[in-house]
């Protein structure tokens, strides 16, 4: 009998997807949860014959090059801005991706933060939890209502167009976008605008749904956000480099658009300490894929990938 493949997970998992991977792989568990370090990761590299990573593993080119054993990374995410592709491929990796399972889970975090800020409820549970709520009034607290708003999308991929169909349905927003490419069925209706700039400009409200890194770093910078309307809010539930969080803060600060919904952030796990003090801004832990149904169909989306790869045939999920 051939042995099982190597395998090592770089955090804990769903102790359901451990368990599956155990049974079908010789697998190494994170029961620490603790990141990997570089070094780690390159030895990991070194020993096992697949590496599944996460957005906290920065597998850049130094990391990457000439590992003696393992022959594919099968990525716990969709987004694999964290990876350097192009060395993998040269150092003959072959890197899989989660997309499909995690498509509602993200677009109904975007959805919460756009709601978040728009109707001022953690400005509202934060009075409420510190005591200071004294009563109803008629002018407590008024946010804004998203009925009859334009939604500006960058990036109308899956989760654009599930946040699309969220905000065309339950909401009654009007729909803009922007995309690289043609989208001749964003599935509800929606007008696809020829740039980014125009996206701004038009929006009440942008939500970001384009893939981090490369020529997205700093998609939205200080002049794109002056494009933005002063009452106009932002929501980022995909990388946070897409947005330039310094010019972020100035533009809040500058009152030159109303707030912004953040799921993710330039330098996760710090946060520019300005946001922190801010009303205006919903923040959260990078929770978009954060349901136990999704988490568990992303590990089991890594599984069908290894297993496809290590019988010789090809990945379901491969981007590189
Ligand atoms: C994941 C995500 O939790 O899949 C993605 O791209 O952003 C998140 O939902 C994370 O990236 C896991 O590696």
Redesign the pocket.
């Known amino acids: 009998m051939t042995a099982k493949p190597k395998v090592i997970l770089t955090r804990k998992w769903p102790a359901k997807v451990e368990a599956v991977m155990q049974e079908r792989f010789d697998t190494q568990l994170n029961t620490a949860d603790r990141a990997m370090s570089p070094g780690e990761l390159r030895a990991a590299l070194n020993l096992y014959d697949a590496v599944c990573p996460?957005?906290t593993d920065k597998m850049g080119a130094d990391v990457l090059e000439h590992p003696a054993r393992a022959k594919i990374l099968g990525n716990?995410?969709?987004?694999f801005n964290h990876i350097d592709t192009e060395a993998a491929r040269a150092a003959g990796l072959a890197v899989t991706n989660?997309p499909g399972v995690?498509t509602d889970a993200?677009a109904d975090i975007a959805l919460t933060v756009l709601l978040n800020v728009m109707r001022r409820t953690w400005e509202g549970e934060t009075m409420l939890r510190a005591g200071d709520w004294t009563g109803w009034r008629p002018t407590q607290l008024m946010g804004r209502s998203p009925q009859g708003k334009v939604l500006g999308i960058i990036g109308m991929g899956r989760i654009g167009k599930a946040m699309a169909k969220r905000c065309h349905h339950a909401l009654d927003m009007e729909i803009v976008f922007y995309d690289a490419f043609p989208v001749n069925d964003p599935g509800v209706p929606a007008t696809q605008l020829g740039t980014v700039d125009e996206v701004l400009a038009a929006a009440d409200v942008v939500s970001l749904h384009c893939p981090g890194g490369g020529e997205n770093i700093h998609l939205i910078n200080g002049a794109r956000l002056a494009r933005m309307k002063p009452s106009a809010f932002i929501v980022n539930s995909a990388r946070g480099d897409i947005i330039d969080e310094a010019a972020l803060v100035t533009a809040l600060q500058a009152g030159q658009i109303a707030g912004a919904g953040l799921d993710v952030f330039e330098r996760e796990p710090a946060i520019t300490e300005a946001l922190k003090g801010m009303a205006n801004v919903c923040l959260l832990p990078?929770l978009?894929?954060a349901t136990t149904e999704t988490r568990e169909a992303m590990g089991m989306t890594v599984v069908e990938n290894l297993t496809a790869f290590f019988a010789g045939e090809e990945p379901p999920n491969r981007v590189a």
Do not use: E, M, N, W
């Not at 716990?76 to 987004?79: A, P, S």
């Open positions: 996460t957005v716990f995410g969709v987004g989660t995690l993200t990078h978009g894929s």
